[in-house]
């Protein structure tokens, strides 16, 4: 092989691990990028009872992505900002719900706490604890 063709394919490799290294950075590098999370979670209830599949929606004042979980069949849930990390971000928010089971027959959740509705105010701090319940009244 000659020199500079051994010079040419070196300076190739090179700038083939140069583009994968910054690729494989971009694609999977840390989330430090999004904005400050506050971890949120809680329970959803309806007079009382466990409410299961339901969507609860932390829809901040601020210029920032809403914060969404699904309920268990406690209940309880957690929250996750757009980027699927854990949390919403800090200052008030209107939290809403919305049913998620496909093989309903009615939707049970309340217009008054729906999507698009007012919600209930809540104010999520950075330092927490952020343990929210949330007991929907159906009158």
Same mark, same amino acid.
């Given at each position: 092989?000659?020199?500079?063709?051994?010079? *040419?394919?070196?300076?190739?490799?090179?700038?083939?691990?140069?583009?994968?290294?910054?690729?494989?950075?971009?694609?999977? #590098?840390?989330?430090?990028?999004? !904005?400050?999370?506050?971890?949120?979670?809680?329970?959803?209830?309806?007079?009382?009872?466990? *409410?299961?599949?339901?969507?609860? *929606?932390?829809? !901040?004042?601020?210029?920032?992505?809403?914060?969404? #979980?699904?309920?268990?069949?406690?209940?309880?849930?957690?929250?996750?900002? !757009?980027?699927?990390?854990?949390?919403?971000?800090?200052?008030?928010?209107?939290?809403?719900?919305?049913?998620?089971?496909?093989?309903?027959?009615?939707?049970?959740?309340?217009?008054?706490?729906?999507?698009?509705?007012? #919600?209930?105010?809540?104010?999520?701090?950075?330092? #927490? !604890?952020?343990?929210?319940?949330?007991? *929907?009244?159906?009158?």
């Amino acid at each position: 092989m000659k020199p500079f063709q051994s010079h *040419l394919n070196r300076s190739f490799l090179v700038l083939l691990i140069a583009l994968i290294t910054s690729t494989t950075i971009g694609c999977f #590098g840390s989330s430090s990028d999004g !904005p400050d999370l506050a971890e949120v979670s809680g329970v959803v209830t309806m007079d009382g009872a466990p *409410l299961q599949n339901i969507q609860v *929606l932390f829809q !901040p004042e601020a210029d920032a992505g809403a914060s969404r #979980g699904l309920s268990d069949a406690d209940g309880k849930f957690r929250v996750y900002y !757009p980027t699927n990390s854990a949390g919403a971000v800090p200052g008030k928010h209107r939290v809403q719900f919305q049913l998620m089971d496909a093989n309903a027959t009615k939707d049970i959740v309340p217009k008054r706490y729906a999507v698009g509705s007012q #919600g209930i105010p809540v104010d999520v701090t950075l330092t #927490g !604890p952020n343990e929210f319940t949330f007991d *929907l009244a159906q009158r």
